[in-house]
């Protein structure tokens, strides 16, 4: 393995240090833990469309909340499950893919739940993506800081400060906008 530039003297682990904390930061203001409910209302409403496997929905689901929201296996399939139990959804397998798709009794209960916002409508994507987009963006940003530290040159590395110290002065002046 070649030898990166943040060997000893450099900063490198101050870089993931600060990077975790932002997303930390990030995390506890804005949040992307969302209730049990809120896993089954989505998955009820994307059944409701058409028939589906479980990394559909967990795919469906991210790409409608913008990013903000990808439900973990271990929420999805446990709910895809409870949902097959109480007889709400069916359950058919195809080459060894289970295809999930909603009962009279699962229609019924998603046509009542569609009167309510749709669950991946979380508040940064009804007040326009500012809870969700820019934590997001910052924490895309701050990853690929990291990742010039790791293995760019010392010339990269300088390349990099100037372009972040231009973003955040960009980011200023957007304040100071009126």
Same mark, same amino acid.
């Given at each position: @393995?070649?030898?990166?530039? @943040?060997?000893?003297?450099?900063?490198?682990?101050?870089?993931?240090?600060? @990077?975790?904390?932002?997303?930390?930061?990030? %995390?506890?203001?804005?949040?992307?833990?969302?209730?049990?409910? %809120?896993?089954?209302?989505?998955?009820?409403?994307?059944?409701?469309?058409?028939? @589906?496997?479980?990394?559909?929905?967990?795919?469906?689901?991210?790409?409608?909340?913008?990013?903000?929201?990808?439900?973990?296996?271990?929420?999805?399939?446990?709910?895809?499950?409870?949902?097959?139990?109480?007889?709400?959804? %069916?359950?058919?397998?195809?080459?060894?893919?289970?295809?999930?798709?909603?009962?009279?009794?699962?229609?019924?209960?998603?046509?009542?739940?569609?009167?309510?916002?749709?669950?991946?409508?979380?508040?940064?994507?009804? %007040?326009?993506?500012?809870?969700?987009?820019?934590?997001?963006?910052?924490?895309?940003?701050?990853?690929?800081?990291?990742?010039?530290?790791?293995?760019?040159?010392?010339?990269?590395?300088?390349?990099?400060?100037?372009?972040?110290?231009?973003?955040?002065?960009?980011?200023?002046?957007?304040?100071?906008?009126?």
């Amino acid at each position: @393995m070649g030898k990166s530039f @943040m060997g000893d003297g450099f900063p490198g682990t101050a870089v993931w240090e600060a @990077m975790d904390q932002l997303r930390g930061q990030f %995390d506890r203001k804005f949040g992307t833990r969302v209730g049990r409910g %809120d896993v089954r209302a989505a998955v009820l409403a994307l059944l409701a469309e058409k028939p @589906m496997h479980g990394y559909q929905i967990i795919h469906e689901v991210e790409e409608r909340s913008g990013g903000a929201w990808k439900p973990s296996p271990g929420s999805v399939y446990p709910t895809l499950q409870l949902l097959v139990d109480e007889g709400v959804i %069916d359950v058919e397998e195809s080459n060894g893919r289970k295809t999930y798709s909603l009962t009279d009794e699962g229609r019924r209960a998603a046509d009542a739940a569609a009167e309510n916002a749709a669950p991946w409508e979380a508040p940064g994507a009804r %007040d326009g993506g500012r809870a969700s987009a820019l934590p997001k963006a910052g924490i895309d940003l701050a990853q690929a800081a990291a990742q010039v530290g790791r293995s760019g040159s010392p010339e990269q590395v300088k390349q990099a400060v100037a372009v972040l110290d231009e973003a955040r002065r960009k980011l200023y002046s957007i304040l100071a906008q009126d």
